[in-house]
């Protein structure tokens, strides 16, 4: 069975300073796809960055950063030089690859606040 | 612009009743989701579609129904038999297995 777990219900956050966001998984499958989005009030879900699992280096896109840790099944997102938009909710998501790479699952969330 | 569609924002429906969710894409996907999001939860997965005429229960299935007529529109029904319809819905859809879901805005159902 494939599951998510994000451990932080809320994290706070100085403007401009860094924030690792945590996020561990487990799978059977030998192949998959790792996503965080952001969900701002609004509800609409908004895609940061993909990480497959045969990738060699950590994804980066921007100011996000994918600290991916095959052997401890973990994939935390780093928010670096936080912005006050960034305060929005935080959700990890895992699609296995091999058999089919249609169910896609999402973790609780973490809700991130940026103080001025 | 490419993009995937939800209407209407937001929805009442009464005690008993059916409602009918509406989700069109523009991107030529094959794949098609519907989740529900409770507040301050995750989202979990009711239903998904991997190809027009095809579709699979999610992990919550029961109380919905959809359909895939067509390549871009994958509708959801909630139905009476759903006894906490109230949720945020959202639709996605996707192409490529590596590659992120593109999702809708969203439906916000309220029963009254």
């Known amino acids: 069975a494939q599951k998510i777990t994000q451990t932080q219900p809320g994290m706070f956050v100085q403007e401009k300073e860094a924030v690792t966001l945590d996020c561990t998984y487990d799978t059977s499958d030998p192949s998959y796809g790792l996503f965080w989005y952001k969900q701002p009030s609004s509800g609409e879900m908004i895609f940061l960055i993909y990480q497959g699992s045969y990738d060699q280096q950590n994804a980066t896109e921007g100011r996000y950063s994918l600290n991916f840790q095959k052997a401890r099944k973990s994939a935390n997102l780093v928010i670096s030089a936080s912005q006050l938009g960034d305060s929005a909710m935080y959700f990890c998501a895992m699609r296995g690859l091999n058999t089919g790479g249609f169910k896609t699952i999402f973790g609780a969330g973490t809700r991130l606040f940026v103080k001025a | 612009d490419g993009g995937i569609t939800q209407s209407p924002k937001y929805l009442f429906r009464k005690e008993g009743q059916n409602v009918t969710l509406s989700c069109e894409q523009n991107l030529n996907h094959d794949a098609m989701y519907w989740y529900r999001q409770d507040p301050g939860q995750g989202l979990r997965l009711i239903y998904y579609?991997?190809?027009?005429?095809?579709?699979q229960k999610g992990d919550i299935a029961e109380g919905y129904s959809v359909s895939r007529e067509k390549k871009e529109s994958f509708p959801l029904t909630v139905t009476s038999a759903q006894k906490n319809p109230t949720a945020f819905y959202l639709c996605a859809s996707r192409g490529a297995q590596n590659t992120e879901a593109f999702f809708g805005q969203g439906t916000r159902l309220t029963v009254v």
């Open positions: 579609s991997q190809i027009v005429n095809d579709f």
